[in-house]
């Protein structure tokens, strides 16, 4: 399994979208297309969890602290 975020321009935050990509079924992929610098892991999110293919099999949230405790906003 591979999960790449591919820097689109014509994304914009807000706007990403995923696929689940098996064309080689040896090595899926989960592909974001994202606004490199803009996109936050709050955008990626929503856009992950309104796939039902990809929900089906995997889920993914936020970690609201890190090791250290340090707040994370995405």
Do not use: C, H, W
């Amino acid at each position: 399994m591979t999960i790449e975020f591919v820097d689109n321009p014509g994304v914009s935050v807000g706007n990403e979208t995923v696929a689940y990509d098996t064309s080689n079924p040896g090595n899926p992929k989960i592909v974001f297309q994202i606004d490199e610098g803009a996109t936050t892991a709050n955008d990626v999110l929503p856009t992950f969890n309104g796939n039902a293919t990809l929900t089906a099999m995997f889920s993914a949230s936020l970690l609201r602290n890190d090791t250290v405790g340090a707040s994370n906003n995405g």
